[in-house]
């Protein structure tokens, strides 16, 4: 399975577990997220029902155990209230999916990339241990 997919089906899963609030928006609507540079190309947003949900509000703690978090991308570089569980370290050629996966949870309004579906939560990262 492609990382982009896997990290689109992860998503999808994620936001299964957030209730519909039609009345309110996302935070795709959050003031400067349409001028995100990659606003117009999260197609996925729709797709995997992100447009339809309300994320909890502001610093409500969001934790992903995946590859690890390139820490030094720009859109974790200077996020704040993002907290490291363990050593990030990417080697392998899957280590990217843990980046993408926290950039479609919570990459800030910051006008570089993309805006994740909950880009105001406290996030924790943990890398899990290498496969055998």
Known sequence: MSLPLRALLFAAALLALVAPAAAQASRADAPGAAQEPLASQEWW??????????????????????????????????????????????FGPDDDHGTEVSSVIGAPVNHLGLVGVYPEQRFAVGMRAPSA
């Open 45 to 90: 947003r729709t797709v995997v029902g992100a447009d339809a949900i309300v994320p909890p509000g502001p610093g409500k703690p969001v934790t992903v155990v995946d590859s690890g978090l390139d820490i030094t991308h720009e859109e974790f570089r200077t996020r704040p209230n993002t907290t490291l569980l363990n050593t990030q370290t990417l």
